[in-house]
T-cell receptor
């Protein structure tokens, strides 16, 4: 696609439910990144992929968070047993190489946990 | 500790006026510095990327400066427009880490 596509754009869920957030990067971009942005806060790094590999998962807030990338393309961020503090905008970005050149961001998935 | 601090936290200006946003960082060894514009409810959009050897870089009415000695950068907006209302985020990367360090941004509001 022309840009980074994220879905859903908005998700409201009940505490304890699992959610899946999807990111479709720009075609040809090997690096993919997930960030979290709480209201009025800066971007918090979660995880990056180089191809299908995620060398550093230390940014994930807890073991309820997981992410995968298949075929060097689409990535899914899964949050299990959601908590109210998980409410935030989850942003995905991609680039040609790891931190090479511009990072192109998607519009984000706004998650609200009731 | 690698940190990026931005000032002011928020800024209000009148349409047509100029403004300058500041970014100080302690990231070392420095690799590059980026400025992003984030409209409300949207993803950040890159304005400039500057490496160690670049002192000034322009993108239309946006001009970024970098002083790698003092570890300071500024983003100057000329002849502001209503559409400049957004958060401006300074992001720095270090050579020895695979992460970007984000500032918390400056919230700019341009009023007619």
């Amino acid at each position: 696609g022309a840009g980074v596509s994220q879905s859903p754009s908005n998700k409201v869920t009940e505490k304890g439910k699992d959610v899946e957030l999807r990111c479709d990067p720009i075609s040809g971009h090997t690096a993919l990144y997930w960030y979290r942005q709480s209201l009025g806060q800066g971007l918090e790094f979660l995880i990056y992929f180089q191809g299908n590999s995620a060398p550093d998962k230390s940014g994930l807030p807890s073991d309820r968070f997981s992410a995968e990338r298949t075929g060097g393309s689409v990535s899914t961020l899964t949050i299990q047993r959601t908590q109210q503090e998980d409410s935030a905008v989850y942003l995905c970005a991609s680039s040609f190489g790891l931190y090479t050149g511009e990072l192109f961001f998607g519009e984000g998935s706004r998650l609200t946990v009731l | 500790k690698n940190q990026v601090e931005q000032s002011p936290q928020s800024l209000i200006i009148l349409e047509g006026k100029n403004c300058t946003l500041q970014c100080n960082y302690t990231v070392s060894p420095f690799s590059n510095l980026r400025w992003y514009k984030q409209d409300t409810g949207r993803g950040p959009v890159s304005l400039t990327i500057m490496t160690f050897s670049e002192n000034t870089k322009s993108n239309g009415r946006y001009t970024a400066t970098l002083d790698a000695d003092t570890k300071q950068s500024s983003l100057h907006i000329t002849a502001s427009q209503l559409s400049d209302s957004a958060s401006y985020i300074c992001v720095v990367s270090a050579q020895t880490t695979d992460k970007l360090i984000f500032g918390t941004g400056t919230r700019l509001q341009v009023f007619p």
